[in-house]
Protein backbone atom coordinates (compact mmCIF):
# COMPACT_ATOMS: atom_id res chain seq x y z
CA UNK A 1 0.00 0.00 0.00
CA UNK A 2 1.33 3.52 -1.01
CA UNK A 3 0.18 5.99 1.50
CA UNK A 4 0.74 9.69 0.20
CA UNK A 5 0.41 12.47 3.03
CA UNK A 6 -1.78 15.56 2.47
CA UNK A 7 -0.50 18.67 3.27
CA UNK A 8 -2.08 20.08 6.07
CA UNK A 9 -3.46 23.05 4.67
CA UNK A 10 -4.19 22.57 0.73
CA UNK A 11 -4.41 25.27 -1.39
CA UNK A 12 -3.22 26.87 -4.85
CA UNK A 13 0.45 26.81 -2.95
CA UNK A 14 0.70 23.54 -1.28
CA UNK A 15 -0.73 22.24 -4.06
CA UNK A 16 2.40 21.05 -5.94
CA UNK A 17 3.68 19.72 -2.66
CA UNK A 18 1.16 17.45 -2.74
CA UNK A 19 1.62 16.17 -6.59
CA UNK A 20 5.15 15.96 -6.22
CA UNK A 21 3.80 13.08 -3.51
CA UNK A 22 1.45 11.79 -6.00
CA UNK A 23 4.13 11.76 -8.53
CA UNK A 24 6.12 9.23 -6.31
CA UNK A 25 3.68 6.51 -6.38
CA UNK A 26 4.45 4.09 -9.34
CA UNK A 27 2.03 1.35 -9.46
CA UNK A 28 -0.16 -0.43 -6.92
CA UNK A 29 -2.93 0.78 -4.12
CA UNK A 30 -2.73 4.32 -2.55
CA UNK A 31 -4.45 5.72 0.64
CA UNK A 32 -4.50 9.43 0.28
CA UNK A 33 -3.70 10.24 4.40
CA UNK A 34 -5.59 13.39 4.69
CA UNK A 35 -6.02 13.39 8.95
CA UNK A 36 -4.58 16.59 9.48
CA UNK A 37 -6.04 18.38 7.33
CA UNK A 38 -7.34 21.47 8.85
CA UNK A 39 -7.83 24.12 6.05
CA UNK A 40 -8.95 23.92 2.23
CA UNK A 41 -10.11 25.89 -0.42
CA UNK A 42 -11.69 25.59 -3.70
CA UNK A 43 -8.43 25.02 -5.17
CA UNK A 44 -7.43 22.30 -2.78
CA UNK A 45 -10.31 20.33 -3.55
CA UNK A 46 -10.45 20.67 -7.05
CA UNK A 47 -6.60 19.24 -6.90
CA UNK A 48 -7.78 16.88 -4.73
CA UNK A 49 -10.22 15.43 -7.24
CA UNK A 50 -7.71 15.61 -10.37
CA UNK A 51 -4.80 13.61 -8.32
CA UNK A 52 -7.42 11.30 -7.43
CA UNK A 53 -8.95 10.87 -10.91
CA UNK A 54 -5.50 10.71 -12.07
CA UNK A 55 -4.23 7.95 -9.51
CA UNK A 56 -7.60 6.10 -11.03
CA UNK A 57 -6.75 6.23 -14.01
CA UNK A 58 -3.47 5.10 -13.68
CA UNK A 59 -4.23 2.08 -11.49
CA UNK A 60 -7.36 1.22 -12.32
CA UNK A 61 -9.04 0.88 -8.91
CA UNK A 62 -9.97 4.52 -6.89
CA UNK A 63 -7.41 5.59 -3.83
CA UNK A 64 -9.00 5.59 -0.48
CA UNK A 65 -9.19 9.18 1.09
CA UNK A 66 -9.22 9.14 4.94
CA UNK A 67 -10.48 12.30 6.10
CA UNK A 68 -9.89 13.67 9.53
CA UNK A 69 -12.24 11.92 12.38
CA UNK A 70 -13.46 15.95 13.42
CA UNK A 71 -12.45 18.88 13.10
CA UNK A 72 -14.13 21.54 10.41
CA UNK A 73 -13.22 20.39 7.37
CA UNK A 74 -15.39 17.48 6.60
CA UNK A 75 -18.29 19.11 6.97
CA UNK A 76 -17.06 21.99 5.17
CA UNK A 77 -16.04 19.28 2.54
CA UNK A 78 -19.73 17.92 2.66
CA UNK A 79 -20.95 21.37 2.18
CA UNK A 80 -18.94 22.30 -0.89
CA UNK A 81 -20.58 19.02 -3.17
CA UNK A 82 -17.04 17.48 -2.55
CA UNK A 83 -18.12 14.11 -1.82
CA UNK A 84 -20.55 13.91 -4.83
CA UNK A 85 -18.11 14.75 -7.25
CA UNK A 86 -15.81 12.31 -5.66
CA UNK A 87 -17.87 9.37 -5.18
CA UNK A 88 -16.80 7.69 -8.47
CA UNK A 89 -12.87 8.68 -7.72
CA UNK A 90 -11.92 7.61 -4.27
CA UNK A 91 -12.74 4.81 -1.22
CA UNK A 92 -14.39 6.95 1.64
CA UNK A 93 -16.28 5.48 4.64
CA UNK A 94 -20.03 6.32 4.55
CA UNK A 95 -19.99 8.17 7.42
CA UNK A 96 -17.61 10.89 6.05
CA UNK A 97 -19.71 11.33 3.73
CA UNK A 98 -22.80 11.99 5.22
CA UNK A 99 -21.69 14.66 7.61
CA UNK A 100 -23.12 17.87 7.36
CA UNK A 101 -22.09 21.64 7.72
CA UNK A 102 -21.94 25.18 6.28
CA UNK A 103 -20.00 27.12 4.76
CA UNK A 104 -20.60 30.78 4.39
CA UNK A 105 -20.15 32.90 1.21
CA UNK A 106 -20.07 30.18 -1.03
CA UNK A 107 -21.14 31.66 -4.43
CA UNK A 108 -20.04 27.81 -6.48
CA UNK A 109 -20.39 24.03 -5.01
CA UNK A 110 -18.04 21.52 -6.72
CA UNK A 111 -19.70 21.60 -10.11
CA UNK A 112 -18.76 19.02 -13.01
CA UNK A 113 -18.15 20.48 -16.35
CA UNK A 114 -19.06 17.91 -19.11
CA UNK A 115 -20.91 19.86 -21.79
CA UNK A 116 -22.16 23.20 -23.03
CA UNK A 117 -25.37 22.90 -20.65
CA UNK A 118 -23.57 22.50 -17.74
CA UNK A 119 -22.00 25.80 -18.59
CA UNK A 120 -25.37 27.81 -19.36
CA UNK A 121 -27.07 26.03 -16.47
CA UNK A 122 -24.25 26.88 -13.77
CA UNK A 123 -23.84 30.94 -15.05
CA UNK A 124 -27.67 31.08 -14.85
CA UNK A 125 -27.81 29.22 -11.12
CA UNK A 126 -24.82 31.76 -9.67
CA UNK A 127 -26.14 34.99 -10.72
CA UNK A 128 -28.11 35.84 -8.21
CA UNK A 129 -25.28 35.15 -5.27
CA UNK A 130 -22.64 36.16 -7.42
CA UNK A 131 -24.75 39.78 -7.03
CA UNK A 132 -25.29 39.25 -3.14
CA UNK A 133 -21.08 38.71 -2.69
CA UNK A 134 -19.39 40.53 -5.76
CA UNK A 135 -21.39 43.29 -4.43
CA UNK A 136 -21.31 43.27 -0.20
CA UNK A 137 -18.54 41.50 0.31
CA UNK A 138 -15.83 42.46 -2.25
CA UNK A 139 -17.85 45.75 -2.93
CA UNK A 140 -17.31 45.53 -6.69
CA UNK A 141 -20.11 47.41 -8.80
CA UNK A 142 -23.30 46.30 -10.34
CA UNK A 143 -21.96 45.76 -13.59
CA UNK A 144 -19.46 43.40 -11.85
CA UNK A 145 -22.18 40.16 -11.97
CA UNK A 146 -22.30 40.72 -16.25
CA UNK A 147 -18.19 40.32 -16.24
CA UNK A 148 -17.67 37.89 -13.79
CA UNK A 149 -20.29 35.81 -15.55
CA UNK A 150 -18.09 35.99 -18.77
CA UNK A 151 -15.05 35.32 -16.70
CA UNK A 152 -16.73 31.74 -15.29
CA UNK A 153 -18.25 31.16 -18.78
CA UNK A 154 -15.11 31.27 -20.16
CA UNK A 155 -12.81 29.36 -17.83
CA UNK A 156 -15.42 26.37 -18.00
CA UNK A 157 -15.51 26.46 -21.67
CA UNK A 158 -11.72 26.01 -21.65
CA UNK A 159 -12.29 22.68 -20.23
CA UNK A 160 -15.02 21.65 -23.15
CA UNK A 161 -12.94 23.14 -26.03
CA UNK A 162 -9.46 22.01 -25.10
CA UNK A 163 -9.41 19.02 -22.29
CA UNK A 164 -11.89 17.01 -23.86
CA UNK A 165 -12.05 15.60 -20.33
CA UNK A 166 -13.93 15.82 -16.79
CA UNK A 167 -13.70 18.83 -15.40
CA UNK A 168 -14.83 21.01 -12.21
CA UNK A 169 -15.69 24.55 -11.23
CA UNK A 170 -15.86 25.67 -7.23
CA UNK A 171 -16.04 29.62 -6.03
CA UNK A 172 -15.74 31.07 -2.44
CA UNK A 173 -14.86 33.71 -0.35
CA UNK A 174 -12.25 33.90 2.56
CA UNK A 175 -10.94 36.44 5.07
CA UNK A 176 -7.35 36.74 3.41
CA UNK A 177 -5.04 37.45 6.25
CA UNK A 178 -1.99 36.98 4.46
CA UNK A 179 -0.34 40.16 3.22
CA UNK A 180 -3.99 41.43 1.89
CA UNK A 181 -6.01 41.60 4.75
CA UNK A 182 -9.33 41.99 3.58
CA UNK A 183 -12.33 39.38 2.19
CA UNK A 184 -10.57 37.45 -1.40
CA UNK A 185 -12.86 35.39 -3.76
CA UNK A 186 -11.52 32.21 -4.78
CA UNK A 187 -12.06 30.72 -7.97
CA UNK A 188 -10.63 27.47 -9.34
CA UNK A 189 -11.62 25.52 -12.37
CA UNK A 190 -9.36 22.42 -13.12
CA UNK A 191 -9.94 19.18 -15.53
CA UNK A 192 -7.56 16.25 -16.29
CA UNK A 193 -7.08 16.47 -20.34
CA UNK A 194 -4.62 16.81 -22.59
CA UNK A 195 -3.21 20.26 -20.89
CA UNK A 196 -2.13 22.82 -22.67
CA UNK A 197 0.81 21.56 -24.08
CA UNK A 198 -1.18 18.60 -25.60
CA UNK A 199 -4.04 20.78 -26.72
CA UNK A 200 -1.42 22.93 -28.99
CA UNK A 201 1.12 20.83 -30.04
CA UNK A 202 -0.57 19.34 -34.02
CA UNK A 203 -0.73 23.02 -34.69
CA UNK A 204 2.05 24.83 -32.80
CA UNK A 205 4.91 22.54 -31.47
CA UNK A 206 7.09 22.70 -35.13
CA UNK A 207 7.36 25.90 -34.76
CA UNK A 208 8.86 25.83 -31.68
CA UNK A 209 10.98 23.20 -32.13
CA UNK A 210 13.54 21.96 -29.49
CA UNK A 211 11.62 24.99 -27.04
CA UNK A 212 8.52 23.37 -26.76
CA UNK A 213 7.34 22.56 -23.47
CA UNK A 214 4.61 22.78 -20.87
CA UNK A 215 6.03 26.16 -20.08
CA UNK A 216 6.22 27.87 -23.71
CA UNK A 217 3.32 26.37 -24.46
CA UNK A 218 1.54 28.30 -21.83
CA UNK A 219 3.38 31.21 -22.72
CA UNK A 220 1.81 30.92 -26.50
CA UNK A 221 -1.73 30.74 -25.10
CA UNK A 222 -1.65 32.92 -21.74
CA UNK A 223 0.64 35.95 -23.42
CA UNK A 224 0.10 35.83 -27.82
CA UNK A 225 -3.49 34.36 -27.44
CA UNK A 226 -2.26 31.55 -29.98
CA UNK A 227 -5.13 28.68 -29.98
CA UNK A 228 -5.33 25.61 -31.62
CA UNK A 229 -8.33 26.80 -33.53
CA UNK A 230 -7.84 28.06 -36.92
CA UNK A 231 -10.53 30.20 -36.81
CA UNK A 232 -9.34 34.13 -36.11
CA UNK A 233 -11.20 35.66 -33.01
CA UNK A 234 -10.85 31.92 -31.28
CA UNK A 235 -7.89 31.87 -28.03
CA UNK A 236 -9.30 35.74 -27.06
CA UNK A 237 -11.00 34.34 -23.61
CA UNK A 238 -7.80 34.17 -21.82
CA UNK A 239 -6.42 37.44 -23.07
CA UNK A 240 -10.29 39.12 -21.90
CA UNK A 241 -10.00 37.47 -18.08
CA UNK A 242 -6.17 38.58 -17.81
CA UNK A 243 -7.91 42.57 -18.75
CA UNK A 244 -10.92 42.20 -16.36
CA UNK A 245 -8.51 40.40 -13.50
CA UNK A 246 -5.90 42.87 -13.72
CA UNK A 247 -9.20 46.15 -13.72
CA UNK A 248 -9.83 44.36 -10.43
CA UNK A 249 -6.58 43.79 -9.05
CA UNK A 250 -6.40 40.25 -8.55
CA UNK A 251 -4.99 36.92 -9.65
CA UNK A 252 -5.10 34.30 -12.47
CA UNK A 253 -2.54 31.73 -12.67
CA UNK A 254 -2.67 28.68 -14.81
CA UNK A 255 -1.20 24.88 -13.65
CA UNK A 256 -0.60 22.53 -16.59
CA UNK A 257 2.00 20.18 -16.81
CA UNK A 258 4.77 20.86 -15.62
CA UNK A 259 4.51 24.79 -15.33
CA UNK A 260 2.98 27.67 -14.30
CA UNK A 261 2.33 31.17 -15.32
CA UNK A 262 0.79 33.79 -13.48
CA UNK A 263 -0.71 37.69 -13.98
CA UNK A 264 0.50 38.57 -10.47
CA UNK A 265 -0.63 41.90 -8.51
CA UNK A 266 1.28 43.51 -5.54
CA UNK A 267 -0.31 41.92 -2.59
CA UNK A 268 0.90 38.64 -3.98
CA UNK A 269 4.55 36.76 -4.47
CA UNK A 270 3.61 34.17 -6.62
CA UNK A 271 6.50 33.96 -9.98
CA UNK A 272 5.18 35.32 -12.96
CA UNK A 273 6.60 31.91 -14.89
CA UNK A 274 7.64 28.79 -13.17
CA UNK A 275 8.77 25.40 -14.65
CA UNK A 276 10.03 22.07 -13.69
CA UNK A 277 7.20 21.66 -11.26
CA UNK A 278 5.89 18.16 -10.42
CA UNK A 279 3.69 16.84 -13.24
CA UNK A 280 -0.13 17.56 -12.84
CA UNK A 281 -2.72 16.48 -15.17
CA UNK A 282 -4.59 18.53 -17.72
CA UNK A 283 -5.37 22.13 -16.85
CA UNK A 284 -5.65 24.19 -13.78
CA UNK A 285 -6.77 28.07 -13.53
CA UNK A 286 -6.74 29.74 -10.20
CA UNK A 287 -8.27 33.30 -9.66
CA UNK A 288 -8.47 35.73 -6.50
CA UNK A 289 -10.54 38.60 -6.79
CA UNK A 290 -9.73 41.12 -3.60
CA UNK A 291 -12.25 42.60 -1.53
CA UNK A 292 -12.29 46.67 -2.75
CA UNK A 293 -11.85 49.51 -0.41
CA UNK A 294 -11.44 52.85 -0.08
CA UNK A 295 -8.85 54.48 -1.91
CA UNK A 296 -8.23 51.50 -4.77
CA UNK A 297 -8.29 52.74 -7.97
CA UNK A 298 -11.39 52.32 -10.26
Known amino acids: MN ?17 EEVSRVKEGKVLLDARRLRWVDPVGMIGLLGLGRHLLDRAGEPPALQLPEGGEVPGYLSRMGFFEAGAGIFRMEDRATRRGGKASEVLLEITPIQENRDVHELVERVQERAALILGRTLHLPPSAVVQFSVILSEVCQNILEHAEAPGWVAAQTYQWTRRLGRQVLVLAVGDVGRGFRGSLSSEHAGRYGDRWSDATALEAAFIHGIT ?9 GIQQIRKQVRRWNGLIAIRSGTARIADVPEWEDLPPLESGLPAVPGSWITILLPERVEGDRP
Do not use: C, E, I
Request: glycine fraction near 8%; aromatic fraction near 12%.
Open 3 to 19: VVDVPSSLDYRTLDHFA
Open 228 to 236: RFPDQGRGQ
